[in-house]
């Protein structure tokens, strides 16, 4: 069974990674760790409580940083809406936070571990960041980091920065030159899983209530999209992380040199991959090339078949 932490910013595809990994036997979550991102750090953590309180999972939520390390906060509202998790009305809220700060939860857990831990992180990499900074020897500890950020090809907040890395791209730094294996799943892979109608009507099928949560926030998010984007289906971003470890032949991945520009220019927060290796420098990240989307729609129908 795999330990894992999912640092996130919930988030409507945010939350069909907690769907993913929430109740699958492969897992083990030791806990949500949560930051600012796609809304204020209030909201992101309380859409994370209700997403725990709703699929009944015994996690603790540890909320963590309010600010990226350098830059100002970016939220997401226009694609997720004022609550960050527009379009389903969960019940009142019955649990609460964890007491620890997320920083502190990431090293705690890590270093406590008998195991490795792998890092899932579906957001800024903010929380993570800092608990590399403040305790070094947890990369000791962690197996792998597996991230939604970043993309080889064009960026969805600037033409070359994608919105994980362009919300913190110092913390971005920080992890993808840590010397731990990263697996960056970036904007490359994930813009080809897109919630067409039928994909939506096809979950609908499932019948139960997670399916019918996941189906009512889909809905919103694929308005959103189409508005802002022009897109008919909504790139389900970040479930594709979780999905690769339930299943790494869903992706083919490459071993390449990859940088972040931290240069403040128009191109600051791009995720600067040598995909045809022209510069020969030292290899540091295996990036997403593509993806088996067959398979990805099994995965989700399959998870949430299981509530
Ligand atoms: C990423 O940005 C957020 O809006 C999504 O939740 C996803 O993590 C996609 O660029
Ligand atoms: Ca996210």
């Given at each position: ?16 990674a ?60 226009a ?66 980091v ?22 913190d ?25 897109l ?28 308005e ?50 040598d ?30 078949k299981?509530?």
């Amino acid at each position: 069974m795999r330990k894992m932490i999912l640092d996130c910013d919930p988030g409507h595809d945010d939350a069909v990674a907690i769907i993913l990994v929430g109740n699958n036997p492969e897992f083990e979550l030791l806990g949500i760790t949560v930051e600012s991102g796609n809304q204020t750090l209030k909201k992101t953590g309380r859409n994370a409580l209700n997403l725990v309180q709703f699929l009944e999972l015994d996690v603790p939520v540890c909320l963590g940083a309010t600010n990226p390390i350098i830059k100002e906060v970016e939220i997401c509202d226009a694609i997720h809406g004022e609550s960050g998790l527009d379009g389903f009305d969960f019940p009142e809220l019955k649990i609460d936070f964890d007491s620890r700060h997320a920083v502190d939860f990431i090293i705690q857990s890590v270093m406590n571990s008998t195991e490795k831990i792998t890092m899932v992180t579906t957001g800024p990499m903010t929380n993570l960041a800092l608990a590399i900074r403040m305790e070094p020897r947890i990369l000791d500890n962690i197996e792998e980091v597996v991230l939604m950020g970043g993309s080889f090809q064009n960026g969805n907040v600037t033409p070359a920065a994608e919105f994980n890395v362009y919300c913190d791209p110092e913390a971005a730094h920080i992890v993808f030159n840590s010397n731990v294996k990263v697996t960056m799943v970036g904007l490359d892979v994930t813009r080809k899983v897109l919630t067409y109608p039928a994909i939506i009507e096809r979950m609908e099928k499932v019948n139960n209530h997670v399916s019918d949560m996941f189906v009512k926030l889909m809905k919103v998010f694929n308005e959103n999209q189409k508005r802002v984007f022009g897109f008919e289906g909504s790139p389900l971003h970040d479930p594709v992380t979780i999905a690769y470890l339930i299943d790494p032949t869903l992706l083919e991945v490459v071993f390449v040199h990859c940088d972040i520009d931290i240069s403040h220019s128009t191109s600051y927060g791009r995720t600067n991959c040598d995909i045809f290796d022209y510069l020969k420098l030292e290899k540091n990240i295996y990036v997403a090339k593509d993806i088996d989307v067959k398979k990805f729609w099994n995965i989700i129908e399959d998870s949430l078949k299981r509530y």
